[in-house]
């Protein structure tokens, strides 16, 4: 598809109208999925309708489930919003876009220079995660499931080279969650909006900067139009989670096999989704560099080791402040990322370094 198509489709104008109960009918029950992404969209888009159709299908047709990308009954800044009051049964977005509900909800997406993909479903499966998800996402009447995840994401699109902190200040930077609280700390004045509309910015020269993902959807978005510097090392996201989240009472009103499928269809995708973005972000980066002359630039460590700084403040600020289950889920992120901490210099760290080496294998 091409990219005009998507900067079409990710309209955000489209006015939000109230739906009916989830429609029951000769034993099959349909739900409205709203998404935060354009329709297909390589990376999320795709991720979404993959979801839907993996539902559907091991429900054997009982549950349908009907796809609306953003813009189409709500922006996709909205969905969070709109399943919680039942406008909608389902959406798929990223935690990372609710931190205006909660801080907290942050944690649950991506951590500057915390979790990898592997590790945050770690978390979420083996270290508690799961459950405090669920009583922080009870509060907004959804229920939640981890369902994918980009891997890790890139420092993003630049017009202009920055070589340390000093360039930062005053950059007009694209980007969400926890990485847009840390860059404000560092200067920048960050904007969040939408992949197509991060397109628009940049060319418009509004944007001095931006991240969205990584290779596979940025190529498809055509940033590499607008911006030829592309940083890599994209710390502030090392392992951007993908969910989907339901509204409580379309959930409960679920017989137990049928959320047993919404369960395991989430589950079954994480990984599926993680390995797609990982081999076409590889793909795709060859063609940036190949094709199209994109200049791939380490980011720097001065501004790394910033980052990190500035997010162990934001972390301790969370674990002193908030109240009880922010303060509990904090913790338990500090706790994992601590374990994952001591492990992974032996275990995958290790395998990447030996990688490196100087030894005769075929490439």
């Given at each position: 598809m091409k990219r005009r198509t998507f900067l079409a489709s990710a309209g955000i104008g489209a006015a939000a109208s109230t739906l009916a109960a989830p429609a029951i009918a000769q034993g099959v029950t349909r739900w409205r999925m709203v998404t935060a992404w354009p329709r297909n969209l390589p990376g999320p888009g795709v991720a979404a309708q993959m979801l839907a159709d993996r539902i559907q299908t091991l429900s054997g047709g009982r549950l349908e489930i009907e796809l609306f990308p953003a813009g189409e009954i709500v922006p996709g800044m909205g969905v969070f919003d709109a399943v919680g009051e039942g406008t909608a049964d389902i959406y798929h977005a990223v935690p990372a876009y609710w931190g205006s509900k909660s801080?907290?909800?942050?944690?649950?997406?991506?951590?500057?220079?915390?979790?990898?993909?592997?590790?945050?479903?770690?978390?979420?499966?083996?270290g508690g995660g799961q459950d405090l998800y669920d009583r922080m996402y009870a509060r907004f009447n959804l229920k939640p499931f981890l369902c994918g995840n980009s891997g890790a994401q890139w420092a993003g699109w630049f017009r202009s080279e920055v070589t340390g902190v000093d360039d930062l200040r005053g950059l007009r930077y694209r980007t969400t969650g926890l990485n847009a609280l840390v860059m404000s700390r560092l200067g920048a004045a960050v904007e969040a909006m939408s992949g197509p509309a991060m397109f628009q910015a940049l060319q418009s020269g509004a944007l001095d900067a931006g991240e969205f993902i990584g290779p596979w959807t940025d190529s498809t978005l055509g940033f590499q139009q607008v911006a030829s510097i592309y940083y890599d090392n994209g710390v502030g996201e090392p392992g951007s989670a993908e969910e989907c989240a339901v509204n409580l009472d379309s959930w409960n009103a679920l017989p137990e096999d049928l959320q047993t499928v919404v369960s395991t269809a989430a589950e079954s995708l994480y990984n599926v989704v993680l390995t797609e973005y990982t081999t076409k972000h590889a793909m795709a980066l060859r063609e940036l560099v190949s094709q199209h002359g994109v200049q791939v630039k380490a980011w720097p460590e001065e501004i790394i080791i910033a980052m990190g700084n500035a997010m162990g403040e934001i972390v301790r600020e969370m674990r002193d402040g908030g109240d009880e289950l922010e303060r509990e889920i904090t913790e338990s992120y500090i706790a994992y990322r601590a374990l994952m901490a001591d492990y992974m210099p032996h275990a995958e760290a290790a395998q990447l370094a030996a990688r490196s080496l100087d030894f005769d294998h075929p490439t």
């Open positions: 801080q907290a909800i942050l944690l649950f997406g991506s951590q500057p220079l915390g979790l990898t993909a592997i590790e945050q479903h770690g978390w979420m499966l083996h």
